[in-house]
């Protein structure tokens, strides 16, 4: 995002998690460097003309008005099930809620969690993750009836739409 001429605000950051401090970007602020004065600096590259978000985190660090300043097409795709620190609303939807109407597309995929975006995980990862450790097989579930491989599909379907409609303009 940081490349799209989005500018992150440390302090925004800070004091959105005063508001939202269940959420791990928040208890993990020194562990990402989400308190790095250079955070704030403008880092958007004019080569740039289109973006695609895939359930994307820590973004109420940025500011509304970069936000709203972004000229270009984007894809925001979100997760609709919560795993608990990333719900679709404080994250994809905080973008979708500055961006262009008229030039980004925002969707949400219900039964998709965050890892659902993730790689398709072996017949045995869920066994092999829990036993190494406590709760880290969530990455390896999806939220509803469909395999993480038809979430794929539509995930791979919508950005071709996207992408397809972008090289059009």
């Known amino acids: 995002m940081l490349f799209t001429g989005a500018r992150f605000d440390t302090d925004l950051f800070k004091q959105d998690c005063t508001i939202h401090s269940h959420l791990k970007a928040c208890q993990l602020v020194n562990e990402l460097g989400l308190d790095n004065p250079q955070?704030?600096?403008?880092?958007?590259?004019?080569r740039i003309k289109s973006f695609i978000s895939l359930d994307a985190g820590l973004v109420r660090g940025f500011t509304a008005d970069s936000l709203k300043n972004i000229a270009f097409p984007s894809l925001i795709i979100g997760a609709g099930i919560d795993v608990g620190d990333m719900n679709v609303e404080l994250e994809s939807?905080?973008?979708?809620?500055?961006?262009?109407?008229?030039?980004s597309t925002y969707i949400v995929i219900p039964d998709a969690t965050h890892f659902s975006f993730m790689q398709i995980c072996k017949s045995d990862a869920i066994d092999i993750l829990e036993q190494e450790a406590k709760g880290e097989a969530i990455i390896c579930k999806d939220?509803?009836?469909?395999?993480?491989?038809?979430?794929?599909?539509?995930i791979t379907d919508q950005i071709i739409d996207f992408l397809a409609k972008v090289n059009l303009n």
């Open 39 to 46: 955070l704030n600096k403008n880092m958007s590259d004019q």
């Open 93 to 103: 939807g905080y973008l979708q809620q500055f961006l262009s109407k008229s030039l």
């Open 143 to 154: 939220g509803g009836n469909r395999t993480r491989t038809e979430i794929h599909r539509e």
